[in-house]
């Protein structure tokens, strides 16, 4: 690998480092809490009102699979579709041959408009594009918030989640919005407002796509706003970047996708607006429509039989709004645009470099407790492809703290008498508590009681105990 | 440098020498449902979209109540004339479309089951902007356009025509997750559902 993959924040701490420090942000931690505490409760009302969502899921699965296990055959015909619809097809083997393809197809224009797109987030677009003069406005409400910011996503669909009202208020007053006060409406009308010139006057678009068909060659975007309307129709030229796991089979198959992805996302029966198109169509839309194709790790990802399921992954976020370790540490943890339970198996793929100490440490972001599995649309089994990363991971690195104390545990468990021993010691570990937990030890148990509580070791060990008044 | 596409296209056969099997695709979910116009009106209604349910003669009546006065986008091929309505028509620059109060449509297919209205660029719905940039939309479905199930209303559509789905009016939960109406798209949606 030559360059570096952009899937993870350069110069991100480790998950374990960046987790202590969220633990410690009360304010962080309590935007969280309400914001998946309520929209579990609407995903799980939303979903219980189809009697037939097993039945969904697993065609949602097999459709997935089918796609992936004849990946080479559905490219070549969804090419084939787009192309003869009047688009053109780009491909990008990585983050950097995207960029400058998305670049050079930009031409003389100095500003583009974008509505929220992970493809493009994935490979560093917007600062690709800025560092050769280019300006790319996210149209998004959040996406809009996170960039006035300065910020980082900490959400696949809600990438400003991490914010209440009066910060937000606070960034767009820094960025010369002037609303008048913190209420949403008032807010979303300052982003109304200050985007709608350039949606009227901005000659090319960039968007992702949530399927593309490869029977009949057509794209969609699902979103909300009405933002994705506006870039796919009023610009000149319309840019469409997209993973290339994003295929579907058939114009048909689309019909499990727009029940499945609405309902786990926004918990809605429906979002308010999809749109699909099929190349150009004269008279309606723009008059150039590109696709690139993007690579970017994925076919390392699907080269693996256990991990390749995550490339099921529709992007909906579900698995994050019922992960009790996202809700604690929130997004931005994990260092890369891919957080929550599908970004601690995506990113490490896709990173695809067993040195990448960050995003090697993803894999053990998570309790396994198997909630993620549970609500996923496409039933993607999280916590196996996590026990087969973090094997990986451990391979990969050695002699890691882990496997050491692991080996030193063996050692003990070997022999009564050294079991007996360090059960004594083990007592000792009482002077480091407080109100009966302990919440920092030292030495290798540091690294457990970084961020949890550690019960206090028994006064006297039962065998003891035993010795003393029963033996 | 090698072809991208000939690379991507080999690492992917790479990828799969495993030769994974794929179990078929399995289709027993619902595929058919009520598509009566009161659950259509009462699925719309629940995403805060205004909804009428009328007869073919309450029609013309009723959107001159809501409209007179009005400089209104009207899309070639509606068949309702609306008296004290000033009738704007295409080619109309993307300023005019800003500036209008509001556009009357049609519909290709709407359904019951999500509430969702699909327009396909057909006759009286116009190209894909008219619908976006007015701040009121005005839809008419008439009864035989309704699809019960999300399936049944793909069957009926054209994936090769541009297609807009649309589930109440434009809305964002981006903050604190409190639905507001109306960001980029049209604020208030008007929904017609004929008997």
Redesign the interface.
């Known amino acids: 690998m030559g360059t570096r993959n952009p899937v993870t924040w350069l110069g991100s701490p480790t998950f374990p480092e960046a987790a202590r420090t969220a633990l410690a942000d009360t304010q962080l931690r309590r935007?969280l809490r309400?914001?998946t505490t309520?929209?579990r409760g609407r995903r799980a009302q939303a979903v219980g009102e189809?009697?037939?969502w097993e039945?969904?899921r697993?065609?949602g699965e097999?459709?997935k699979?089918?796609v992936?296990?004849?990946?080479?055959r559905y490219?070549?015909q969804l090419e084939a579709a787009v192309t003869a619809?009047g688009g053109v097809v780009?491909?990008?083997?990585d983050a950097a041959?995207a960029n400058d393809i998305v670049l050079r197809l930009c031409g003389d224009a100095r500003e583009v408009v974008k509505v929220k797109s992970m493809a493009t987030q994935e490979i560093g677009l917007n600062e690709a594009l800025a560092a050769a003069g280019v300006h790319a406005v996210e149209?998004?409400?959040?996406e809009l918030?996170v960039q006035l910011g300065d910020d980082r996503p900490s959400h696949i669909l809600?990438p400003?989640i991490h914010r209440?009202?009066s910060e937000?208020r606070e960034i767009f007053r820094a960025a010369g919005l002037g609303p008048a006060s913190d209420d949403?409406?008032v807010?979303?009308e300052a982003?109304?407002a200050h985007?709608?010139r350039k949606?009227?006057s901005c000659e090319v678009a960039v968007s992702g796509a949530n399927f593309a068909?490869a029977d009949?060659g057509?794209v969609v975007v699902l979103e909300?706003?009405?933002?994705g309307?506006?870039c796919?129709?009023?610009p000149r030229k319309l840019i469409t970047v997209m993973g290339?796991e994003k295929v579907v089979p058939t114009?048909?198959d689309?019909?499990?996708f727009?029940?499945l992805l609405p309902r786990s996302s926004?918990a809605?029966?429906?979002?308010?607006?999809?749109?699909?198109?099929?190349g150009v169509?004269p008279?309606?839309?723009p008059e150039e429509f590109h696709l690139v194709?993007l690579?970017n790790g994925r076919?390392?990802t699907?080269?693996d039989?256990v991990g390749?399921q995550a490339l099921r992954c529709i992007r909906c976020s579900a698995c994050l709004n019922v992960c009790p370790v996202y809700e604690r540490t929130g997004g931005r943890s994990y260092g890369s645009v891919y957080p929550g339970p599908i970004g601690a198996i995506l990113t490490p793929q896709l990173v695809d470099d067993p040195h990448d100490e960050q995003a090697a440490s993803l894999p053990f972001a998570s309790s396994l407790c198997g909630a993620c599995f549970e609500v996923c649309p496409v039933r993607i089994d999280i916590p196996s492809v996590l026990t087969h990363l973090r094997a990986r991971a451990v391979e990969a690195k050695g002699r890691s703290a882990e496997s050491v104390a692991m080996a030193a545990a063996a050692w003990v468990f070997a022999s009564a008498s050294r079991y007996e021993k360090a059960q004594k010691l083990g007592s000792l570990a009482r002077l480091f508590a407080h109100d009966g937990r302990i919440s920092w030890l030292p030495g290798p148990g540091a690294a457990w009681t970084s961020s949890r509580d550690a019960p206090v070791p028994a006064r006297e060990p039962f065998r003891e105990w035993w010795r003393k008044n029963r033996g | 440098m090698a072809d991208a596409r000939a690379e991507i296209l080999g690492r992917v056969r790479a990828a799969l020498r495993d030769k994974p099997d794929t179990p078929p695709v399995v289709r027993d979910y619902v595929r058919t449902g009520d598509a009566s116009v009161e659950l259509l009106a009462d699925r719309i209604a629940h995403y805060r979209a205004t909804v009428h349910v009328v007869t073919p003669d309450e029609v013309v009546p009723l959107l001159a109540e809501r409209l007179a006065g009005k400089r209104i986008v009207v899309p070639d091929g509606l068949p309702w004339d609306v008296p004290g309505v000033t009738a704007l028509r295409d080619p109309l620059t993307v300023e005019e479309l800003d500036r209008a109060d509001g556009v009357l449509t049609g519909c290709a297919v709407a359904i019951a089951q999500t509430g969702t209205i699909v327009l396909d660029g057909g006759p009286g719905q116009g190209r894909r902007a008219l619908t976006l940039l007015p701040d009121h939309h005005v839809c008419v479905v008439r009864s035989d356009q309704i699809a019960g199930t999300v399936p049944e209303a793909l069957e009926r559509l054209d994936p090769l025509r541009p297609l807009t789905f649309i589930s109440g009016p434009s809305a964002t939960s981006d903050i604190e997750l409190d639905r507001v109406e109306g960001v980029h798209g049209p604020r208030r949606l008007e929904v017609l559902v004929v008997t």
């Open positions: 935007n309400n914001a309520t929209i189809l009697p037939d039945r969904l697993r065609a097999a459709i699979d089918d992936l296990h004849h990946l080479d490219l070549e619809r780009h491909w990008a083997r041959e149209t998004d409400l959040a918030i809600v400003a209440n009202r937000i949403p409406r807010l979303a982003a109304r985007l709608r949606f009227l068909v009949t057509s909300s706003e009405g933002n309307r506006m796919l129709t009023l290339l114009w048909q689309l019909e499990v727009l029940q926004t809605e029966r429906m979002n308010p607006y999809t749109s699909t198109w099929t169509t008279g309606d839309g194709l690579d076919t390392a699907l080269a039989p390749r």
